[in-house]
């Protein structure tokens, strides 16, 4: 089945840095989108970026979406403690929208 | 409060048991889902529900049994538990379904199969 596969496992910047994760995935997409989970905590949705666009924003929050590599990326901008979590990239796998198929994550830490 | 929420939030029992985790969403979403995140597997998919009374499988579905008679709730059964089913358990639900709109996930149970 269709995987989104984050990298890095594992980023830790200096509170203020951007934070860029990637995602990686293997055959024809609809949408891309892009979670956070806190731990302990449910994932809680960030983007959804469709395969008609390159890019999207909300907040402090930047998506690119490249369909020719099959990659996206996510930038945070002047991270805060409160942006350490997990971010994990999701799409449908291409047997059926309804399977939406999430990568391992990626573990971001904030140091203050 | 608007919102999923998910019971028990930790749920300990013995191998060979039936239990029952419980999901209830407050936004009348037509799909629900459900999941399990274990360490070095990521979330993976257990079984989801496009509207009341309509359930299909997902990646991971083998041992478990979902219902969902009414909107709002989807809950989902181990008919037999093993040890391979310890696990955190998420359920989620969405608008018009994964792949376009967001999923609203609960905050999970944690089941130990001892």
């Known amino acids: 089945s269709q995987q989104g596969e984050e990298d890095p496992q594992a980023l830790s910047i200096q509170e203020g840095e951007n934070a860029t994760m990637n995602c990686s995935y293997k055959?024809?997409?609809?949408?891309l989108q892009w979670y956070r989970q806190n731990s302990g905590r449910g994932l809680v949705h960030l983007i959804l970026?469709?395969?008609?666009?390159r890019e999207k924003h909300s907040g402090r929050l930047r998506v690119t979406l490249d369909t020719s590599k099959k990659s996206s990326s996510l930038l945070i901008t002047a991270s805060r403690a409160a942006d350490t979590a997990s971010y994990f990239c999701?799409?449908?796998?291409?047997?059926?929208?309804?399977?939406?198929?999430f990568g391992q994550g990626t573990r971001l830490t904030i140091n203050p | 409060d608007a919102g999923i929420t998910q019971s028990p939030r930790y749920k300990i029992t013995e191998t060979g048991r039936q239990v029952t985790l419980m999901c209830h969403q407050t936004?009348?979403?037509?799909?629900m889902f459900w999941y399990r995140q274990d360490l070095g597997h990521g979330l993976r998919l257990i079984y989801y529900?496009?509207?009341?009374?309509?359930?299909d499988k997902g990646e991971v579905p083998d041992g478990y049994v979902v219902s969902r008679s009414k909107t709002e709730n989807f809950p989902l059964t181990l008919e037999s538990a093993t040890r391979s089913q310890t696990s955190v358990y998420f359920c989620?639900?969405?608008?018009?379904?994964?792949?376009?709109?967001?999923?609203?996930f609960g905050n999970g149970t944690r089941l130990t199969v001892t």
């Open positions: 989620a639900s969405s608008e018009f379904g994964s792949d376009y709109s967001p999923l609203h």
């Open positions: 055959t024809s997409i609809n949408n």
């Open positions: 970026i469709r395969s008609n666009e």
């Open positions: 999701a799409t449908a796998d291409e047997q059926g929208a309804q399977k939406l198929v």
């Open positions: 936004w009348s979403h037509s799909y």
């Open positions: 529900s496009a509207a009341a009374d309509i359930t």
